[in-house]
């Protein structure tokens, strides 16, 4: 699939819209993509897995990319599964070894019973030498209930990545405190702001994700507080 620039900057501003300025994600949608998008120009070629895909959005993203992009989720999924091509479990992908030259997972492993298994998976059906692109919260409220599990650490993630055989290249906080504060805040007054009080918790979700991510930089940035963290792996050649 090819993608002229305009319709490359189209459908990466259509994945950015589907949270308003008013919506607590707002921001950190726009920072995972980004992130998600830059890498993925570095190391994404041939066939990608996607693991967890739900609506297989992420085709906006990234599909110009690849060869093929063959996402995989489960019948009971949170999301939209018209699109998923292939309904199997994280922890048994029903692929050959060596089938795929990419892989890549977005906030899908906190609600894993057993992470270690999809990040294992994910390693035996790449090619030797391919490339692997994980991101995991850090700091996130409870959601997706009852499936939620766990948190992840940068040093968690690689350690994860490494138990299962992975060279790891990059390994990068997505945001700093103020970002993660901003968002958590955002979510709770959409859960207080109601009736008459909505209108005053849009504005200051708003306000909060205009202000806060423009102070979220230099000295002021605490990356030990992000709320989500990215690896880029590699399968050894």
Request: glycine share 8%; net charge positive.
């Amino acid at each position: 699939m090819t993608w002229s620039a305009a319709e490359r900057r189209a459908n990466l501003s259509a994945f950015s819209r589907k949270y308003r300025l008013s919506h607590p994600a707002h921001v950190i949608h726009r920072l995972a993509t980004r992130a998600v998008r830059e890498r993925a120009e570095r190391v994404f070629r041939g066939r990608l897995v996607e693991i967890g895909c739900g609506d297989k959005a992420s085709t906006l993203v990234f599909g110009d990319l690849v060869r093929q992009h063959v996402g995989i989720d489960i019948p009971a999924c949170y999301h939209d599964v018209s699109k998923v091509d292939v309904f199997a479990t994280a922890a048994r992908l029903p692929f050959k070894s060596g089938a795929f030259d990419c892989a890549y997972s977005g906030a899908v492993i906190e609600h894993l019973e057993d992470p270690q298994a999809m990040v294992s998976e994910a390693f035996r059906v790449l090619a030797p030498g391919g490339m692997a692109i994980f991101t995991a919260p850090q700091y996130f409220h409870l959601h997706e209930e009852p499936r939620d599990y766990f948190r992840f650490t940068k040093f968690g993630l690689a350690h994860l990545c490494r138990k299962a055989g992975f060279e790891i290249v990059e390994l990068v906080p997505l945001s700093g405190f103020l970002v993660t504060f901003g968002m958590e805040l955002g979510y709770w007054l959409r859960g207080v702001g109601r009736g008459p009080l909505k209108p005053f918790a849009r504005l200051a979700v708003a306000a909060n994700n205009v202000v806060l991510p423009l102070l979220d930089r230099g000295w002021f940035r605490r990356e030990g507080f992000t709320w989500m963290n990215l690896v880029v792996a590699r399968k050894p050649a």
